[in-house]
């Protein structure tokens, strides 16, 4: 297919280089540097889609971010991606893209009947009518809403690609490579400032790609050209393009996106789709220019009506012709440059300006090409329905309000241009203030609250020598500040013409008797009319009627939109518009993908996961794993077709009856060092430490200061001043910045130094009546006899040429040790406990036997420890002391905590002996009582006891100590069981324990 | 996100420390006699500023030193900060 609207001699697209792609699958042809957009437009294609909530047809009005039509959804490598602004997709080979928001189809649309019924649709649309009745919600509206409405469609699959995160840090951050971001780029970084020049678009140069000015004789283009390839040879300069900085952040943190390979029709390997940069720079200067905004006028959303700043853009970079019958309809100067594009390409354009006279340079130029222009000559409204195809245009009164000799005219585009709006979001997102500048009839940034400075058209400054000027010595000021050097660049020397002011006049009025719809927002149909009902109910906020009408709320948030509904609402109102206010600019400037924002940070990568030294031994050994905070334990060994149950029964009973072994490597483990370190530990945990005699443990229980209980585990005095703690796994790290916070900052006088060694430590738990025999194995020449190394005695000792260390310890209440060897040597030490323990029947076993050792002994852990009990709850009072102060005790003294009938620990046991009791049920009296049925405890953990062989569990059970022997019901909605049970202690096995010190 | 400057280790980002709240509060004696009010402001009660704070700060993933940050917690102002030891006055 020809490309019909492209012109041969004009655009930076190489022609060399043609491009195929399919648009709703049909097959056209463009070049490498167009944008879908420019693309489409090329082969007369203006019909993109449907708008939002009429469904009306939607072609292109911008050319870049500020477009709110052109959303496509879009294929590439096998996947796809919705919400793709054509404008801003580059082509790249076989492309594929298609319209949203329609069904069937984009040229027949079910939804677009809403058009016709929009009486139904008014502002406040959602809010009147979905409220009511409720039952319509899911079976109706919703399915009707998301069937007919929204913006493309997610991938149901897994993202292959990759995105990427990145830290830098610079002395000057500069948004945008128009004039002013290219000038106080090349003055900074000559002066020797560490620079990062971002660019959102492919092409650098911003407005001197499309403006018709010259710079030291060259075209605005070749300066930008030159300017560029010079800061890309130095060393302190970082250049992109196709990097969006979207966010602005506290202390000059800036986010910025970069579109490494969306360009392209495939990402290489290695090579991220996006890179998100976290942007860490001292001084940022903000020259993201400006916007054109529109003149409101009838159906001005028809596809064919453009700005007119876009239509020059697609001339002048794609060498695209919008149109070839085109209006061009303005209140300024700057649309005359589209005209006079159009005129240079053998197009000739009507001019229509709302202003009574001008005799600026420019018009001038534009008479004498013989250009046809009709002042006070407005549109008043376009025709046509999926194209423009002519339009009625008239004379509009000095004061605006009457429209005379209305006449149809022939048209197939309308460049439409009220004024320009600077692009103050990122300037506003740090927190600094705006004002409202007459002169340009809109915001611009006033103090800046952190450091940076806004130069440029994104300042409200318009001409070329004081945006050169201005930023050739910010860039050189700027630096100065930071290197101290003092090596200043001539400002170049410009050429361009003198513009007239603009007229104040944004809304064409309704000729009498007609009802066209004009358009605010384009993405989502808001019009004229809904602004004036919003404000006939009563919405006054500008943030309320935002949210009421949807104004400025769609993916392009309202960059085109936003400042012409500012102007209806002052009008109405009477205000003038900086007492109306403008809404809050929220980052991100444009959309960024889910997958740039997450990063690398997915699946596995989301957190590190650590693995103990025996690791691939429990893999080589059939180890099923569980995580356990950021680490991976066996949960059992499978033998066989064992599930969970069976296997860990074994493990279980193989440790009652022979012996076992535990990697125990992820308990948490910190030395506490110094003289004071006893004393320190006496306060830091409930029970008496001053007396541990060296080579002995103690288990130790530790509080919060509001008397919950925060951990417990043992610690070993290894030699005078030399502590071993060691820490469930789950609060290793939570320990650690505990004890800091005392010794720095409540008890800096004590002489202790704590440092964790988890890392350091591989530990194996070896447990069962045959255990000793095991350790005597490994350690021949180390007395382990009950009076050589009694329960709680530890030494140190030599297994096998490796260092090893002996705690006579135990969590599952049998005879048991734990060893303890330098990390490097954990394998060794586990291969050979493996290897010498087959004659001793020993089995591994995992975490699910280590819980029901733990649960049928009584032993508290995580899950009773759960930072809601006290030491009394949890049976742990006997080791509070009496005489000495710690931390948290004094909350000890709190009434509720003394209360008679407190919650305590207990064992529970199903009736039947039979049925499993589900975790967190709850234990009531009346298994039928009425709701709410009074909760008097719950169930923490369960088990399958190993030594009685029926079911067990542990409950923390209101009065729990008054309770043994009475029948309750646990009972658990969530699994649907109610199980009658008996209260028994919660030392099921062994209660004297004379197991662990046989 | 906020630019610490740790006393020990320079500027470093927000992303390395953990917020330990109101620097300020002092822990009554050990072995002291306290009523059940004083206990009790100690534990729980803490004021919610608008303006300057002077809070703690840890950086766990750099020298893990807990440090003092005098900063408006309206305007994410840094006015200095400072080592556990040091008088702030
Ligand atoms: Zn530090």
Known sequence: ?998 | MLYIKCPHCGLRSQNEFAYGGDASVKRPELNKEISDQEWDEFVYLRKSPRGKHLELWHHVSGCRQWIKVLRDTSTHEIFNTYKSEEKVG
């Not at chain 1, 605006?400 to 149809?408: E, P, R, S, T, Y």
């Not at chain 1, 013409?497 to 808001?526: A, E, M, T």
């Not at chain 1, 444009?590 to 691939?616: D, L, Y």
């Not at chain 1, 008679?900 to 049925?915: A, Y």
């Open chain 1, 1 to 998: 297919m020809r490309q019909n609207y492209r012109l041969d001699k004009i655009g930076l697209v190489n022609r060399e280089k043609k491009l195929s792609f399919k648009f709703n699958g049909k097959k056209y042809f463009g070049y490498e540097g167009d944008t879908l957009a420019s693309a489409l437009i090329a082969n007369g294609v203006h019909l993109v889609g449907r708008s939002f909530k009429y469904h009306r047809p939607r072609g292109f009005f911008g050319a870049g971010v500020d477009e709110p039509y052109a959303i496509v959804q879009l294929y590439r490598n096998g996947e796809t991606e919705p919400n793709v602004r054509a404008t801003e997709q580059e082509l790249f080979e076989g492309l594929e893209a298609k319209s949203v928001n329609c069904w069937p189809s984009v040229n027949f649309d079910i939804g677009a009947i809403n058009n016709f019924l929009n009486i139904f649709l008014p502002a406040g649309f959602y809010y009147k009518t979905f409220m009511w009745p409720r039952s319509f919600w899911y079976r109706i509206y919703e399915p009707f809403i998301r069937k007919a409405a929204g913006f493309g469609v997610a991938s149901k699959e897994h993202d292959k690609e990759r995105y990427e995160h990145k830290y830098e840090y610079c002395d000057l951050l500069i948004a945008g490579s128009g004039p002013s971001g290219l000038a106080s780029a090349y003055a900074a970084a000559k002066n020797g400032a560490r620079v990062i020049l971002a660019e959102d678009k492919p092409r650098f140069g911003g407005s001197l790609l499309t403006s018709d000015v010259s710079i030291n004789n060259q075209s605005g283009k070749e300066w930008a050209d030159n300017i560029i390839t010079e800061l890309k040879g130095m060393t302190n300069v970082t250049v992109k393009n196709r990097a969006q900085i979207f966010g602005y952040y506290d202390h000059n943190m800036l986010v910025m996106s970069e579109r490494v390979t969306d360009h392209l029709p495939k990402s290489e390997q290695f090579t991220p789709k996006q890179r998100l940069w976290y942007i860490r720079a001292k001084q940022v200067v903000i020259s993201s220019g400006s916007i054109e905004r529109p003149i409101v006028f009838g159906n001005n959303d028809t596809p064919g009506v453009v700005l007119a700043s876009a239509a020059k853009e697609y001339m002048k970079v794609y060498g695209v012709l919008v149109g070839k019958k085109p209006i061009v309809f303005t209140n300024n100067d700057s649309a005359y440059e589209t005209a006079i594009e159009f005129k240079k390409n053998n197009i000739n354009p009507i001019v229509l300006d709302s202003r009574q006279d001008s005799n600026s340079e420019i018009i001038k130029e534009a008479k004498s090409l013989g250009i046809d222009i009709k002042f006070s000559h407005v549109v008043v409204v376009a025709k046509g329905y999926k194209k423009v195809k002519s339009c009625d245009i008239a004379e509009i009164s000095e004061d605006k309000q009457n429209l005379n000799q209305i006449k149809n005219i022939e048209c197939d585009c309308i460049c439409v241009s009220g004024f320009w709006t600077p692009t103050i979001h990122l300037a506003s997102q740090s927190g600094g203030k705006t004002k409202f500048k007459e002169e340009i009839d809109a915001f611009v940034p006033d103090k800046s609250k952190q450091k940076e400075v806004t130069l440029g058209s994104a300042n409200g400054v318009f001409t070329l020598e004081e945006t050169l000027k201005t930023s050739f010595d910010k860039g050189f000021e700027l630096s100065k500040e930071i290197t101290n050097n003092n090596n200043s660049q001539q400002i170049p020397k410009v050429s361009e013409k003198k513009h007239s002011k603009h007229d104040k006049f944004w809304c064409v009025p309704l000729p009498k008797g007609k009802k066209y719809k004009r358009f605010l927002d384009f993405q989502n149909d808001v019009a004229v009319s809904d602004i004036e009902l919003a404000i006939r109910e009563g919405y006054r906020s500008i943030e309320h009627v935002k949210r009421y009408t949807t104004l400025g709320m769609a993916t392009d948030q309202g960059k085109t939109s936003n400042l012409n509904g500012l102007q209806l609402v002052s009008n109405i109102e009477n205000k003038v518009v900086p007492a109306v206010g403008h809404t809050t600019f929220r980052p991100p400037y444009t959309p960024i993908s889910i997958g740039a924002i997450v990063g690398r940070e997915i699946g596995k990568h989301s957190k590190p996961t650590r693995k103990s030294p025996m690791h691939n031994w429990h893999e080589k050994n059939n180890a099923v794993f569980v995580d356990a905070g950021v680490w991976l334990r066996p949960r059992y060994y499978k033998r066989g077709n064992e599930g969970l149950f069976e296997a860990s029964k074994r493990e279980a009973e193989n440790v009652r009856k022979n012996v076992g072994v535990c990697d125990v490597t992820t308990l948490g483990k910190i030395d506490v060092k110094g003289p004071d370190a006893a004393e320190f530990l006496n306060r830091v945990y409930t029970n008496a430490w001053l007396k541990l005699p060296v080579g002995k443990a103690r288990y130790g229980v530790m509080l919060r200061e509001d008397g919950i209980v925060m951990d417990d585990g043992t610690t070993t005095r290894i030699s005078e001043n030399h502590y071993h703690m060691t820490t469930t796994t789950a609060q290793a790290a939570n320990v650690l910045s505990h004890l800091e916070y005392y010794l720095q900052l409540v008890w800096p006088e004590l002489d202790v130094n704590v440092v964790s060694t988890t890392e350091q430590w591989a530990g194996a738990a070896i447990a069962g009546p045959k255990s000793r025999d095991l350790l005597q194995k490994l350690f021949p020449d180390t007395d382990v006899s009950n009076e050589g190394l009694p329960f709680m005695g530890f030494v140190e000792a030599n297994l096998f040429g490796v260092n090893a260390r002996i705690f006579r310890i135990s969590f599952s209440g049998e005879l048991a040790y734990e060893v303890n060897v330098e990390s490097d040597n954990g394998n060794f030490m586990w291969e050979k406990i493996i290897e010498i323990g087959k004659d001793f029947d020993l089995q591994p076993y995992g975490t699910e036997a280590l819980s029901t050792l733990r649960i049928e002994m009584g032993h508290v852990a995580g899950s009773e420890l759960d930072g809601r009990t006290i030491p009394y709850d949890t049976g742990l009072d006997g080791l509070v002391s009496k005489k000495k102060d710690f931390i948290g005790k004094r909350s000890l003294l709190k009434k509720a905590y003394n209360e008679k009938d407190r919650q305590r620990l207990v064992g529970v046991v199903p009736l039947d002996k039979k049925t499993s009791i589900p975790e967190g049920s709850h234990l009531v009296k009346d298994p039928k009582g009425k709701l709410p049925n009074p909760k008097l405890g719950h169930i923490s953990a369960s088990c399958w006891s190993v030594e009685h062989n029926n079911p067990f569990s542990l409950a923390i059970l209101k009065d729990g100590k008054n309770m043994i022997g009475s029948k309750l019901y646990a009972m658990s909605p969530l699994k649907n069981k109610t199980i009658a049970v008996e209260i028994v202690s919660s030392h099921y096995v062994d209660p004297k324990g004379e197991r662990v010190r046989s």
